[in-house]
Structures are given as C-alpha cells and as structure tokens.
C-alpha cells in the first residue's frame, strides 16, 4: 500500500480550535484513539557483524562480496488500539505473556478488573522516496498478528525489541482523507528489562509528553492499494492538497524532510 502524507504542528493552546475546524470538514464528531507502538530492530548475522576465520576466509568473503552484499533492512514495529475504557489500570492489556499468566490453583480467586488483550499488528513504514515532491510518498504494510504471544511472533522472525511509546488523539476520516491529531507519550521511568516489553502498561494520565511543550501533530495522509497506477496517485495526491489549501490561514501542512521518517536499520 502507498501512503501520501502533509504534517502540520499545532501548539497546545490551538488543539480544541483545530479540533473542531477538522470536524466541521469531515462532518463527524473525532474519534478518541490511543496506539500502544513496540519498536524491533531486525537481528544482524553474525557473519555481518563480524569477520571471523583464516585469510583465505576472509579473502573469499571478499571476492563474493557484490553479489552478497546485504539488502537494505528496516525497523518494524507492533501496534494496537487500546480501547479508551482501559486507558486507566491498563493491566496486562498487552497480548504478551509473562508471571501473571500462571494461575496457582492454591489461591482463592480474586475478582479484579483486567483489560482484554488487544489484537497486534506488524506495522511496516518504507523511507519516503527521494525527490522534490510535494507530498510525502511511501510504502507501508500492516499485517494483523493471529498468535497468541505477538513479541515471541516477532522474535521468531528474527527481530529485538527496542523501545516503546505511545500515540494519543483523535482520528477523523472525510472521503478518502485521514486526518490523524496526536502526540507521542513516554513512559516516565524504564522497564525492568530492555529485552522485552512491558507486559502491563500505567496510567495513561502517568505517561508523559515527548515534545515538553504539549504540541500535537496533525498528519494527513492518503493511501492507495497501487501507487504505481499515475492516474490513482494523482488523484490521491490531488486531494491531499485540496486539504491542504483548506487548512490554508488556519494550519500551515507541509513536506517533512524525508530522513527524518528514515526506517532504514544501519
């Protein structure tokens, strides 16, 4: 699938005003949305990351080196919705599995509210292609996760975690567009491990802003099954900018530099 996007920033003091001129255009009132995001590195060889053997080993890696040189690789990551009854005592609202998924049978059980796992999915972004453009254009694929434990599914296919944030605000849809006004939470302190993820989640209330000022960023993008047909990416394309001119005087959107969405894993 190919995705054609415009960021705009909006400071914190104009998010209800931009909130409503967003559902005044879609013509529906916003959805609240809150996105758990796991993020994986894929895991390098060992030959690749280090050269090990005789000199006529080494030799030889050196003279099939052309026709082995490594494909470009990516970061991945897994998402969910969270449904926004569990965003207070997010317990084990995380389709991972760990000590409290062993029940003792010797325990009287205890009535406690505990949130449905969510469903993960494998989430892909491509680097946006090169060039002067007037949107950003780029591959993505999401793929829903059916395995019951969705960190080992990632790990089978040869990937490590690495970190973790969190997506909060509100989706709206209008014809084709999707306008996306969120902020990205941390977690205040670290986990016990770096290897794996949380298997339960805070508070949201406890989850603190990355940009200090309590900004949010407005995304609005357009995806097409088949962006390699021009007259569909140039009807996508075209109304990705009809929005634009839109929001004109009300929220400047525009072309982030691409590096800045590179996924590429070096």
């Known amino acids: 699938m190919h995705e054609l996007s415009l960021y705009g920033q909006i400071p914190v003091s104009r998010h209800a005003q931009v909130l409503q001129i967003l559902a005044g255009i879609a013509a529906m009132q916003p959805q609240?949305?809150?996105?758990?995001?796991?993020?994986?590195?894929?895991?390098?060889?060992?030959?690749?990351?280090?050269?090990?053997?005789?000199?006529?080993a080494i030799q030889s890696q050196k003279t099939n080196a052309p026709a082995q040189a490594p494909k470009e690789v990516f970061y991945m990551q897994l998402v969910c919705d969270i449904p926004q009854a569990n965003t207070s005592n997010l317990l084990h609202a995380t389709g991972f599995n760990g000590p409290e998924d062993v029940i003792d049978v010797d325990t009287e059980p205890k009535e406690e509210l505990v949130a449905p796992k969510p469903k993960w999915s494998m989430l892909f972004y491509d680097t946006p292609e090169p060039g002067k453009r007037p949107v950003v254009s780029r591959m993505t694929n999401k793929t829903e996760i059916t395995e019951r434990d969705a960190h080992q599914h990632m790990k089978s296919l040869g990937y490590d975690y690495v970190t973790e944030y969190?997506?909060?605000?509100?989706?709206?849809?209008?014809?084709?567009?999707?306008?996306?006004?969120?902020?990205?939470?941390?977690?205040?302190?670290?986990?016990?491990?770096?290897?794996?993820?949380?298997?339960?989640?805070?508070?949201?209330?406890?989850?603190?802003?990355?940009?200090?000022?309590?900004?949010?960023?407005?995304q609005a993008s357009v995806r097409v099954q088949?962006?390699?047909?021009?007259?569909?990416?140039?009807?996508a394309q075209s109304e990705l900018l009809g929005f634009k001119e839109t929001m004109k005087g009300s929220l400047d959107l525009r072309v982030v530099d691409r590096l800045s969405l590179d996924t590429r894993y070096r």
């Open 166 to 218: 969190v997506l909060q605000g509100h989706r709206l849809i209008h014809e084709n567009l999707i306008m996306w006004l969120h902020r990205i939470l941390l977690y205040s302190n670290e986990p016990s491990s770096d290897s794996t993820p949380r298997t339960s989640m805070p508070d949201i209330n406890a989850l603190l802003p990355l940009d200090e000022s309590g900004s949010y960023l407005l």
């Open 226 to 235: 088949d962006g390699s047909k021009p007259e569909i990416f140039n009807k």
């Open 32 to 56: 609240d949305v809150v996105e758990r995001h796991l993020v994986y590195r894929p895991v390098r060889f060992a030959a690749q990351r280090a050269q090990v053997g005789g000199s006529q």
